[in-house]
Nanobody, 129 residues
Framework: QVQLVESGGGSVQAGGSLRLSCTASRYTVSTNCMGWFRQAPGKEREGVAR????????YYADSVKGRFIISQDNAKTTLYLQMNSLKPEDTAVYYCAAAANYACYLTSGALKAPTYGYWGQGTQVTVSS
């Protein structure tokens, strides 16, 4: 079973940057994708970015395209989310997730929460104006 632990959240002013990390322990060979999601108060959890572990191919939500970068380390045990040009609307709890489901390869499933079977506990990101 995959265990995921996020870190790197915090408070920043609009226009600033943060980098989130997610460390995976007890990794399984069946994990195909890793993703970042976020959930703001009163809103549904939304997908932010996905990376295919085998190829490194990435996919982003339109709301963060060009500002956020998802990446993984060479050992593929740590996932990152570099967040630049942050906006107040980026304020949320950010979660990393792992998917064995091949639906994560498809644009229809890449940023959908039900595609992912393993989740971290989340880290708060607050962007002030």
């Amino acid at each position: 079973q995959v265990q995921l632990v996020e870190s790197g959240g915090g408070s920043v002013q609009a226009g600033g940057s943060l980098r989130l990390s997610c460390t995976a322990s007890r990794y399984t060979v069946s994990t195909n994708c890793m993703g970042w999601f976020r959930q703001a108060p009163g809103k549904e959890r939304e997908g932010v970015a996905r990376i295919k572990l085998a190829s490194g191919s990435t996919y982003y939500a339109d709301s963060v395209k060009g500002r956020f970068i998802i990446s993984q380390d060479n050992a593929k045990t740590t996932l990152y989310l570099q967040m630049n040009s942050l906006k107040p609307e980026d304020t949320a709890v950010y979660y990393c997730a792992a998917a064995a489901n091949y639906a994560c390869y498809l644009t229809s499933g890449a940023l959908k929460a039900p595609t992912y079977g393993y989740w971290g506990q989340g880290t708060q990101v607050t962007v002030s104006s």
